[in-house]
T-cell receptor
Framework: DARVTQTPRHKVTEMGQEVTMRCQPI?????VFWYRQTMMQGLELLAY????????DSGMPKDRFSAEMPDATLATLKIQPSEPRDSAVYFC?????????????FGPGTRLTVL | AQSVAQPEDQVNVAEGNPLTVKCTYS??????LFWYVQYPNRGLQFLLK????DNLVKGSYGFEAEFNKSQTSFHLKKPSALVSDSALYFC????????????WGAGTKLIIKP
């Protein structure tokens, strides 16, 4: 049963610390998405990769957030320095070719709390 | 610009009754529509999608959705609700102008009462 995996599942950190979240997309998937979910804003797209290349990161605060895909089996989302307003659940999703009929499959999420 | 709306923040249904969760969309061209479900403390799970063809799409867990082009709607339905269907439901539409990303509705909380 192929699944998207995310680590860590929970993270509590203090303001100013660096946070790194990792995602392993489903093997063979060519697209990776990072989303943030909060009660106030709902589901927001932060970054979108296709074949490991960033296609869109317009939803990401550039001064503190960065997203990369070092290889096809790993996507990372970093926050440096973290702030209390970054507290949210961060989801990674992966998909096939990213075409119009493609389906995204979500990981279980990383719940981040910044004190 | 393309958009999707879920007009109800919450829907309450008695167990055993039929349920409907509403979704309307606005797109230029043919719509590609999706429903996802999110259980507490879990990621979103894909339920079903409309690409083309039959207006009634069947999905996981006994859910189905009816595509109505004239009303620009894609409502999620189930003939008989279960308490375990209680969750947050998201409708999404493909953004044909922006790398085929998904545009997400705000979500509808479905509560099934025993």
């Amino acid at each position: 049963d192929a699944r998207v995996t995310q680590t860590p599942r929970h993270k509590v950190t203090e303001m100013g610390q660096e946070v790194t979240m990792r995602c392993q997309p489903i093997l063979g998937h060519n697209t990776v998405f990072w989303y943030r979910q909060t009660m106030m804003q709902g589901l927001e797209l932060l970054a979108y990769f296709r074949n490991r290349a960033p296609l869109d990161d317009s939803g990401m605060p550039k001064d503190r957030f960065s997203a990369e895909m070092p290889d096809a089996t790993l996507a990372t989302l970093k926050i440096q320095p973290s702030e209390p307003r970054d507290s949210a659940v961060y989801f990674c999703a992966s998909g096939g070719d990213g075409g119009r009929t493609d389906t995204q499959y979500f990981g279980p999420g990383t719940r981040l709390t910044v004190l | 610009a393309q958009s999707v709306a879920q007009p109800e923040d919450q829907v309450n249904v008695a167990e055993g009754n039929p349920l409907t969760v509403k979704c309307t969309y606005s797109v230029s061209g043919n719509p590609y529509l999706f429903w996802y479900v999110q259980y507490p403390n879990r990621g979103l799970q894909f339920l079903l999608k409309y690409i083309t063809g039959d207006n009634l799409v069947k999905g996981s867990y006994g859910f189905e959705a009816e595509f109505n082009k004239s009303q620009t709607s894609f409502h999620l339905k189930k003939p008989s609700a279960l308490v375990s269907d209680s969750a947050l439901y998201f409708c999404a539409v493909r953004d044909m102008d922006s790398n085929y990303q998904l545009i997400w509705g705000a979500g509808t909380k479905l509560i099934i009462k025993p």
